[in-house]
């Protein structure tokens, strides 16, 4: 897993404004529920976000990075994996994920996203984003392979070598089928996520012809984006402004 229970995320630079949140239960198109959370910007948003956690599904840091996130004008969605194996009971730290990670399947992933995104347009169609974290930073990039309405995709130290059932393949073999603008950001002593990967994902995203920013920072580790990993708070600090600018500048009318 990323991170600990009581991890946190940095914050984000300059001005914040007001925010609500709220918890939800939403529902595919074929009937299944499973547990959301929903960060909403005190003032007109300008950009709707789904945010993809980590291996144990929606947890403490995803649903503060909503509300940073809302802070700043984007109206977020963080969305739980498990509903369909675990229910939407609140869960703490004896829960065994693994068992139910095992078994998920990328076209249940992707009707869950779909939920989530026909929740976020149902009062404003805004340029979306995806952003995820480990797993959920391989869903995002292969969720820019589908045909949805998405104005790019942003990973954390997102895996090359994890296989959903269902997809079409690992996420360095179908790189070249995303359709929209790509941010990786990566730590170069992640020890679970080579650099020679990093690199492949860059080439196989140029050979397709497909806008993007994939950054390392040497010497940072995985899950480095934590208001605990204070020895990274810079590259944590670069990150936000990343982030927030690849969301200003796919935002823009043509």
């Known amino acids: 897993m990323c991170y600990d229970t009581d991890a946190r995320p940095p914050d984000a630079p300059g001005p914040a404004g007001s925010a609500t949140a709220e918890d939800l239960e939403l529902t ?5 529920r499973f547990a959301a959370y929903a960060a909403h910007p005190g003032a007109p948003a300008h950009a709707q976000l789904l945010i993809y956690p980590d291996v144990r599904g929606l947890h403490g840091f995803y649903k503060h990075l909503a509300m940073r996130f809302a802070e700043k004008g984007v109206e977020t969605v963080v969305i739980d994996y498990f509903g369909r194996t675990a229910g939407l009971s609140p869960r703490d730290d004896s829960f065994e994920f693994m068992p139910h990670v095992s078994q998920l399947t990328f076209p249940n992933i ?4 779909r939920a989530a995104l026909d929740y976020l ?5 805004l340029p979306t ?7 959920g930073g391989t869903l ?9 309405p998405l104005s790019g995709v942003i990973a954390f130290y997102s895996g090359m070598s994890r296989r959903f059932e269902g997809s079409e393949g690992l996420l360095l073999e179908v790189a070249h089928k995303v359709r929209v603008p790509v941010l990786g950001l990566y730590g170069g002593a992640d020890q679970g996520i080579p650099e020679s990967d990093v690199h492949k994902l860059d ?7 497909v806008e993007h920013d ?11 984006f934590d208001r605990k990993a204070v020895d990274f708070a810079q590259e ?3 990150s936000w402004q990343r982030v927030l600018a690849f969301i200003e500048s796919h935002s823009k009318q043509p």
Do not use: R, W
């Open 236 to 238: 944590s600090a670069d």
């Open 140 to 148: 995002s990039i292969l969720t820019g392979t589908q045909d949805l």
């Open 129 to 135: 984003f995806t952003l995820g974290f480990c797993m």
């Open 203 to 209: 080439e196989e995203l140029d050979k397709a012809g």
């Open 110 to 113: 992707i009707s869950d996203a």
């Open 28 to 32: 595919t198109a074929d009937g299944t």
């Open 214 to 224: 994939i950054v390392i920072y040497p010497g940072a580790p995985h899950s480095f």
């Open 121 to 125: 347009h149902q009062n404003a169609s």
